[in-house]
């Protein structure tokens, strides 16, 4: 138990800012973003510098406290949320919010954890620069959590996830020393790579508390198009058109079908379909030039298009006219999550599969479910240049008790969603980490060699299982 004389010692080191007691202020920290999720923290520990996490770690180890790493709180697995049982603290790098530099020669920022995406993006636009990583949660995500959890969002196609985009990382290991690796070094063979290591690990290995990240050229022009077309798999042809006449200025490529677009329409404020045709699905497409050379990117756009139109694959299709319609058609993009959310109970699944078997898995999946849990309703949206599908399965309309129905229906839809991913050859994780609420099904459905890796590198660098307990390692029951 987490007494008074154990809070008293973090105040003496950090600090009054450095502690959060009172209880209103701990509230909004102790739940995830979707509510599913809830614990309890006596006080949040909240460092304003490398120096003070070192500290703060020694401290928690010298006194065998749990930490859970925090920045935005907006996990979609309940990756940042604290045992119910209070028994452990929040170490929040909200404070740790600079930006300690930003090279366009180098095409390179070094920033702290707190440092909000949103924020980075601002800052690189102003020095001619971007950060080619966006998201719907850019508002309120950080930098240290995204690298933790490996993020990848809109623009993997072209630029990767965050594992592509980090070339260096300073990070807090579990008994208060610092791994110092911001340098970007383009080669550097002194063994594991502790920079890989630690992206993806969820706060489990060490707690990041800066990164080196690459930036891309600046847009110097841009064209985003929304296309009506039957099915995916017409999708999946428009993305190869694209890929061939437009070849790696292709920035983002979402398809999304048509009921999901439904609920945008229905919750959002001021959006509308960018299409007058009603179609079963609909693809988001941007192409980016880095230079102003002719031809420009919506005649380059216009020209994939009319191919597509030519072929029988597109339905009906808009291009942006200027800058706020293109960044109107995005709106939609980055809000279906929370219309999602508005629309009532649902269990949702981050999952990739082959991109090759993406389209009809979308379908055929969504078509199994309704048909194995009736009065539900599936459907889904995603990346697919990346073959990362969203996938939701909706409660029966008039479900009033969210979380009875989670409780009744979750374990068997999420085995019978999880086991079609497997079937197909994907993963029950694409983008969101596996944090609390994958980790049973991580143990059911991996074998034994990734676990017992997973718990031996754990062990290595956590022997006391201080960090961010409960997340991502299965437990010994679940495999």
Known sequence: MIGQDMIDRFVALLGPKGVVTDPDDIAPWVSDWRGRYHGAAVAIVAPASTQEVAAAVALAAELGVPLVPQGGNTSMVGGATPPVDGSALILSLRRMNRIRSLSPDDNLAVCEAGVILSVLHDAAEEAGRRFPLSLGAKGSATIGGLVSTNAGGTQV???????????????????????DGLDALKKDNRGYDIKQLLIGAEGTLGVVTAASLR????????????????????????????????????EGFEVIANET???????????????????PWHVLI????????????????????????????????????????ADAFWRIRESLSESEKAQGPALQYDISVPVAKMPAFMIDAAHAAEQAFPGTTA???????????????RAPKGTSDGPAWIAAQGQAINAFVHDAVVAAGGSISAEHGIGQMKRAELGRLS???????????????????????????PLPEEG
Do not use: C
């Open 157 to 179: 196609l072209r630029h990767g996830t965050m594992r592509a985009l980090v070339e260096g990382i300073e990070a807090v290991l579990p008994d208060g020393s610092i791994f």
């Open 215 to 250: 930036l891309a050229p600046a847009i110097a022009a841009r064209a985003v198009g929304w296309v009506g077309v039957q099915t995916p798999a017409d999708a999946l042809a428009l993305l190869r058109i694209a890929e061939t006449m437009l070849g790696d200025s292709v």
């Open 261 to 279: 677009l439904g609920f945008v329409l229905g919750h959002i404020p001021g959006t509308r379909s960018p299409i007058e045709t009603r179609t």
């Open 286 to 325: 941007e192409v980016d030039h880095a230079d102003l050379s002719e031809p420009g990117p919506s005649d380059r756009l216009e020209a994939a298009l009319a191919d597509a139109f030519e072929r029988g694959i597109a339905i009906d299709a808009a291009i942006a006219a200027n800058e706020a319609q």
């Open 379 to 393: 459907s889904s949206f995603g990346h697919l240049g990346d073959g990362n599908v969203h996938f939701h399965v």
């Open 447 to 473: 074998t034994p060699a990734r676990i017992g890796a997973l718990r031996a590198i754990k062990a290595a660098f956590d022997p006391k299982g201080l960090f961010n307990p409960g997340k991502l390692i």
